[in-house]
């Protein structure tokens, strides 16, 4: 294995390792909306309503979801969706190395590489 394919590799093991370290790591789009209630007489359903209250949408089985996200809980829920965004950036720079080991037939050998190292 020559000095730049060692360099890819490196580099690809120290994007996985951020990768896992992105624990909070949340899919889905934050979201804040006024509400009603479930009680008849309250002054929500005369248009005093709710709110503003956090959701966080997420798609399950190509439906849309709404989860309602508690106020000292928004702060966390917001990281996991900065997570989320570095994750997506930290694959597109994996698929990116993967695909410079490839032009030079080298995933194999990565493979073989890391498995060595670490025992997995
Ligand atoms: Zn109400």
């Not at 990116?96 to 493979?111: F, G, Q, Y």
């Amino acid at each position: 294995m020559n000095t730049k394919t060692r360099k890819l590799v490196e580099r690809r093991k120290r994007l996985l390792r951020e990768l896992a370290s992105l624990t909070l790591l949340t899919h889905g789009s934050f979201l804040e909306r006024f509400s009603t209630c479930a009680r008849e007489n309250c002054a929500c359903h005369q248009g005093k309503k709710h709110g503003p209250r956090a959701y966080i949408v997420v798609y399950r089985d190509g439906k849309q979801r709404q989860v309602y996200v508690p106020r000292d809980q928004v702060k966390w829920v917001r990281k996991g969706l900065r997570q989320h965004e570095r994750a997506m950036k930290l694959m597109r720079q994996v698929t990116d190395i993967n695909l410079k080991l490839m032009r030079e037939a080298m995933l194999e050998e990565s493979v073989e590489i890391k498995s060595k190292g670490a025992q997995q």
